[in-house]
């Protein structure tokens, strides 16, 4: 249908979504599109008007955890799937990929987010956007822009400046358009005072200069004046708002909205619907429901860091184990298909289908009987109910102690900010005391944001991040902690000793205004200035083996930068490693961060063997953005091309020259 087909009066309606999910149809003289929420898998409410009520559906590791894998093929076929679920279940719109910068540590809802880094996060959300619309499927990026904090975030204003906003805070929308998103959903918070759903700059910036050809939708309640955010370019409220929708043809009918631009927006919602019916014509899931499950386990094996580790792990052929922790034994609460212990909340969410894991049960068939203590509960509820005692004296009777503990709904979650990077006192205690009594003791953590382990982490032997996981997150971690599979995840945010170390702890910030005062120094941007604040780099990653870089190239057709370098597995597991390429300015005209990620790869070498990796970056990786001529600028002179292991472990180092704008290799 043609908007020349309607009537004014249904144009205005057009642009209010119909109940919580749907656009508006007009009792069947449309086509309609369902949306639905998703960021460990589809939460789709059964009725079209509840929040909750969800079908279970296949559970996936956190975005977090898909960052941590940095494979573009895992990305790909995590976005396939989670499109063989909306396919299923009726949905022609997923809400995500989330690709918000993770600013703060504290963040609510940083598990649902891919990194601190514009460029990881805009590559990986380009590529889940091209597989998901690919499958059938449109995507929704979100949320723009600058939402990096959960707590009062209808109100909160971000201030910053304009050249961390293109950056840093709209590099990653400017990525992801480049796979043509059906749509892009608007934040929350206000940027530099105005409304995200009013946000007419960000929106004209997003259609002029990155090439949006999609629709703008609002986040849910996030429009406060109807009229306002329609003439600033936001096509689609959602949900339906009976009180927004009357006050929207009031300001038309005063003239405050022009015909020209109520026909513009309603062939948007138009055009929205149109694409979404033709991506999914003709589709139908391609995997079932088990090889779904199945690659649950395979993204997670991928995700998985390892953080410490002092030879413990993998563990020992016929060596005895103690185990504590309630994050152990999940399927043995009540939440056997509830996330709540192991997801974040809100509108992440998903109901599993399968039951939560039990990591004794697992490793028993490898290791016989494990000794195990609950020795706290979920976030230390009602833990004098727990036997701290117990979990010691079998940590001093075993020769391996593990410790499985997190956070979990209850703290990390949309609509709040984590109150401490700390885990729960009763958490700590475990921990510390049953190192002090077996100095092999092992810790994983499941969580969705950096954790300050440093009350605790000189005192154990291992750690493993396991973050938020899907369906088969136990078979993961226990191919992970024996060996079966070589760790192979890295950090896709740095994680800081303690959050008085962080760039955000001393901000201005009040009921009304976070002020961005560290402007381009965000992760780790600022921690190359400040190393001391660093427990674990970003891109950090332990694995079984020992890999040795050697042989850089760099050639250029004056256009691209071609970066080739060998890397040999000096040990004896097959193992992939994520090698990092970053630019250095060396004398740079204005300030810049001492080095940014440009490029990144990660390569599978068979032990005693090596394999060849090639970075391909273009001009942008040496461009800033400069607000004295409002464009990316690249200045003459000398850059570092850095390939390396974690932004504090540089490995080869090569450099070119751009003289008059001609680039040049220099070695």
């Not at 009062?152 to 201030?159: A, C, E, M, V, Y």
């Not at 796979?179 to 940027?191: D, E, G, L, Q, T």
């Not at 003791?441 to 499941?446: D, I, M, P, Q």
């Not at 660093?534 to 760099?554: A, E, I, K, M, R």
Request: aromatic share 10%.
């Amino acid at each position: 249908m043609k908007k020349e087909q309607l009537t004014t009066d249904e144009k205005l309606r057009l642009l209010c979504g119909k109940g919580l999910w749907r656009t508006e149809d007009f009792d069947g003289k449309l086509e309609n599109v369902r949306m639905t929420d998703a960021s460990m898998g589809v939460r789709m409410p059964m009725h079209q008007n509840e929040w909750q009520d969800e079908a279970p559906s296949v559970a996936y590791p956190s975005m977090q955890m898909l960052a941590n894998t940095w494979d573009k093929e895992t990305v790909r076929t995590y976005a396939e799937c989670v499109a063989d679920d909306c396919l299923d279940a009726g949905a022609d719109v997923l809400l995500g990929p989330g690709v918000n910068i993770k600013r703060d540590p504290l963040c609510g809802r940083n598990f649902e987010y891919l990194s601190e880094d514009p460029f990881l996060a805009g590559t990986l959300g380009r590529e889940y956007v091209a597989a998901m619309q690919g499958e059938g499927v449109a995507a929704c990026v979100k949320h723009f822009c600058a939402n990096n904090a959960e707590t009062n975030r209808r109100q909160q204003t971000s201030d910053v400046d304009e050249r961390a906003l293109r950056e840093i805070y709209y590099l990653p929308f400017a990525i992801a358009c480049e796979a043509k998103p059906v749509s892009i959903m608007c934040s929350y918070n206000r940027i530099n005072g105005v409304r995200a759903s009013e946000y007419k700059k960000g929106f004209d910036i997003l259609r002029k200069e990155y090439a949006f050809d999609g629709i703008v939708i609002s986040d849910w309640d996030a429009v406060k004046d109807r009229t306002a955010s329609a003439n600033a370019g936001l096509a689609l409220e959602m949900p339906f708002h009976r009180e927004n929708y009357e006050q929207l043809v009031a300001g038309y009918r005063a003239g405050k909205l022009s015909d020209e631009t109520l026909d513009a927006l309603s062939e948007q919602v138009l055009s929205f619907v149109a694409r979404c019916k033709a991506l999914g014509k003709g589709k139908s899931s391609r995997r079932t429901k088990e090889e779904r499950i199945a690659f649950t386990q395979r993204a997670e094996e991928e995700g998985i860091v390892l953080l410490k580790n002092n030879g413990v792990l993998p563990l020992k052929k016929g060596a005895t184990l103690s185990m504590c922790g309630l994050y152990a034994r999940p399927c043995a609460y009540e939440w056997s298909k509830n996330p709540e212990l192991l997801s974040g909340g809100g509108s992440g969410r998903v109901i599993r289908l399968t039951p939560m894991f039990d990591m004794k049960a697992l490793l028993e068939e490898k290791f016989g009987e494990i000794a195990y203590e609950p020795a706290f509960t979920d976030n230390s509820v009602n833990d004098s109910f727990m036997d701290q005692g117990v979990a010691v004296r079998n940590a001093a009777e075993r020769d391996v102690n593990l410790v499985f503990a997190g956070t979990g709904s209850q703290i990390e979650t949309e609509g709040r900010d984590r109150a401490s990077m700390r885990l729960a006192a009763a958490q700590e205690r475990t921990i510390l005391d049953t190192a002090a009594v077996n100095p092999n003791t092992v810790v994983v953590l499941f969580a969705g944001a950096p954790v300050d382990m440093s009350a605790w982490l000189d005192k154990v032997a291992a750690v493993v991040w396991a973050g938020f996981p899907g369906e088969r997150g136990g078979e993961a971690l226990v191919n992970i902690l024996t060996g079966s599979v070589c760790p192979s995840g890295k950090l896709s945010e740095t994680f800081p000793k303690t959050y008085e170390d962080t760039p955000v702890f001393r901000e201005y910030r009040d009921s009304q205004v976070t002020r961005y005062a560290e402007g381009l120094d965000v992760g780790y941007r600022y921690y190359d200035r400040h190393p001391e604040g660093v427990q674990f780099p970003f891109g950090f990653g332990l694995s079984y083996t020992q890999f040795v870089y050697h042989d850089l190239s760099l050639r250029t057709d004056g256009e691209r930068i071609y970066v080739r370098y060998c890397i040999k597995n000096a040990g004896t597991y097959d193992a992939k490693e994520v090698s990092e390429v970053y630019v250095r300015p060396v004398m740079p005209m204005v300030y810049r961060p001492i080095k940014e990620l440009k490029g990144f790869e990660k390569t599978c070498v068979k032990a005693g063997g090596e394999a060849q990796a090639e970075v391909v970056l273009d001009g942008r990786a040496l461009a800033y953005w400069s607000t004295a001529r409002d464009a990316w600028t690249v200045d003459d002179g000398v850059y570092e091309i850095a390939v390396a292991a974690s932004a504090q472990d540089i490995r080869l180092v090569g450099k070119v020259k751009v003289t008059d704008g001609k680039l040049v290799v220099l070695s």
